[in-house]
């Protein structure tokens, strides 16, 4: 009996692994407004800026505020309702995956991005403080 219980755990243990292999939660507020690029057949990409505030005591004591930026993508629908939505300084929850690139900037030296590939995006700040309409 406790080998099944064992077995049991590692399999949902595995399957738990599998879904939050490469998952990214974050809560911020957005640097800009979202820049919409189209592609062909109507495919629309949403770069945004994402700044995220944390707050801790450093070792003296004192307050230290800190803002870390995230670069997000989104696609498609997503990208849409970016467009429609998201502007400068609303506050959002948005759920992604990492995806690292490189590129070699114009002093010819390779860097490396990383970007967060959204999947979802919950608007946080209040509907009265949104200024694009919503439907």
Avoid at 65 to 80: G, M, R
Avoid at 89 to 106: C, F, P, Q, T
Avoid at 119 to 130: C, G, R
Wanted: proline content about 1%; hydrophobic content about 45%; aromatic content about 6%.
């Amino acid at each position: 009996m406790i080998g099944v219980g064992i077995a049991i755990l590692l399999l949902n243990k595995n399957i738990l692994m599998k879904a939050i292999k490469n998952k990214v939660q974050l809560m911020g507020h957005l640097g800009a407004d979202p820049e919409i690029k189209i592609f062909k057949e109507n495919n629309k990409l949403a770069n945004m800026r994402l700044a995220v505030n944390d707050r801790y005591k450093n070792a003296k004591g004192e307050w230290v505020d800190e803002t870390q930026w995230f670069n997000l993508v989104a696609w498609s629908k997503l990208a849409i309702y970016a467009e429609k939505y998201l502007n400068k300084g609303i506050e959002l929850a948005i759920e992604g995956r990492l995806i690292n690139k490189s590129y070699v900037d114009k002093n010819a030296v390779k860097r490396v991005s990383t970007d967060i590939v959204v999947s979802e995006i919950l608007i946080l700040t209040k509907k009265a403080a949104v200024t694009k309409e919503l439907v």
